[in-house]
T-cell receptor, first 114, second 116 residues
Framework: NAGVTQTPKFQVLKTGQSMTLQCAQD?????MSWYRQDPGMGLRLIHY???????DQGEVPNGYNVSRSTTEDFPLRLLSAAPSQTSVYFC?????????????FGQGTRLTVV | AQKITQTQPGMFVQEKEAVTLDCTYD???????LFWYKQPSSGEMIFLIY??????QNATEGRYSLNFQKARKSANLVISASQLGDSAMYFC?????????????FGRGTQLTVWP
């Protein structure tokens, strides 16, 4: 049971480059989300999805795109990387309609934009 | 306004002692859930404990307990008999409402250091 798998674990980008952070879960969770973690800021929601074909913005969506073509996958795209996007990114998934379920997190992607 | 407030950036506790990490929340919903996560230096997010807004008893999971005071909107984490391996960042989080089930709001975290 792999849980939530994020790739890559580390990435260095040059300003202006684009890339996709991959996230896959094998628990048949409806809800998936992307967070970024910055020092002293906790985790902030970037985008989320309540099911295949449905996505919405979180607190800090600018500069990021998402899509959800399958239940399992929820990639995060950086369109034109900026130094302000240097952060640790977490993908998480959970059941949609069960209050007691916790969110399962991937291992995180440490992204540096130079 | 922040939905989750953790006022202790850092806490220190001696091994085998108990420690309380503070968390207050802000919501107008009647239904919500409160979570605590641990993040060790390796970076992964580890779920510790959950408290539902309608739960009448405080949640407990092994050495972790949640001191839930609904009227005060506080959900403090109590770690009993601290161990060196408890040194980590701890995050309080809340899930609220019916329309966005799954969305979590996080506090800024408390860095706990356990010393021998």
């Amino acid at each position: 049971n792999a849980g939530v798998t994020q790739t890559p674990k580390f990435q260095v980008l040059k300003t202006g480059q684009s890339m996709t952070l991959q996230c896959a879960q094998d628990m048949n969770h409806e809800y998936m989300s992307w967070y970024r973690q910055d020092p002293g800021m906790g985790l902030r929601l970037i985008h989320y999805s309540v099911g295949a074909g449905i996505t919405d913005q979180g607190e800090v969506p600018n500069g990021y795109n998402v899509s959800r073509s399958t239940t399992e996958d929820f990639p995060l795209r950086l369109l034109s990387a900026a130094p302000s996007q240097t952060s640790v990114y977490f993908c998480a998934s959970s059941y949609r309609d069960r209050w007691r379920t916790e969110a399962f997190f991937g291992q995180g992607t440490r992204l540096t934009v130079v | 306004a922040q939905k989750i407030t953790q006022t202790q950036p850092g806490m220190f506790v001696q091994e085998k002692e108990a420690v309380t990490l503070d968390c207050t929340y802000d919501t107008s919903d009647q239904s919500y859930g409160l979570f605590w996560y641990k993040q060790p230096s390796s970076g992964e997010m580890i779920f510790l404990i959950y408290q539902g807004s309608y739960d009448e008893q405080n949640a407990t999971e092994g050495r972790y307990s949640l001191n839930f005071q609904k009227a005060r909107k506080s959900a403090n984490l109590v770690i009993s008999a601290s161990q060196l391996g408890d040194s980590a960042m701890y995050f309080c989080a809340m899930r609220e409402g019916q329309g966005t089930l799954g969305r979590l709001y996080f506090g800024r975290g408390t860095q706990l250091t356990v010393w021998p």
